[in-house]
């Protein structure tokens, strides 16, 4: 592992996010390198003084200005077909293959006589037998 390799790889070294073989490599290089060595304590220094901030949660009145937005922007998404279309589209298309087959009206296998009459043969609704 090289000092580039190391670099791209501190983040995730400092924050212990690494594969057990990768820390390794780092410590390795990091053994050897000064220059990455003072890199990584830099970094831990900086991460413990970030937790040593105080923590403040927002006021009540932003956290509602945020909450609020974002419900906002959520119906103007939805006030736009074109980004649920492929989603209503997959919807109906399960709806369909779940809830056709069940349909008390649809012709069923001991009813049909022929395979030909079977897939040719559309469900007849009660509606339509009172008309006729
Ligand atoms: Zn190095």
């Known amino acids: 592992m090289n000092c580039g390799d190391v670099r791209a790889k501190l983040h ?9 073989n990768e820390i390794t490599d ?28 105080p923590r403040e949660a927002a006021p009540a009145e932003l956290r509602a200005r945020i909450v609020s937005r974002v419900r906002r922007e959520s119906v103007v998404a939805l006030g736009r077909p074109w980004l649920l279309a492929p989603i209503a589209a997959a919807v109906a298309a399960v709806v369909v293959m779940v809830l056709l087959p069940a349909h ?20 007849s609704s009660p509606r339509l037998t009172l008309v006729r």
Not at 12 to 20: F, H, I, N, R, S
């Open 104 to 123: 008390p009206s649809w012709p069923s296998s001991s009813t049909s006589t022929s395979p030909t009459r079977r897939s040719t043969a559309l469900p």
């Open 26 to 53: 780092v410590d390795s290089h990091c053994v050897e390198c000064r220059e990455c060595a003072a890199l990584a304590r830099a970094e831990r220094e900086f991460r413990q003084l970030l937790r040593r901030q």
């Open 12 to 20: 995730a070294y400092v924050d212990g996010e690494l594969p057990v």
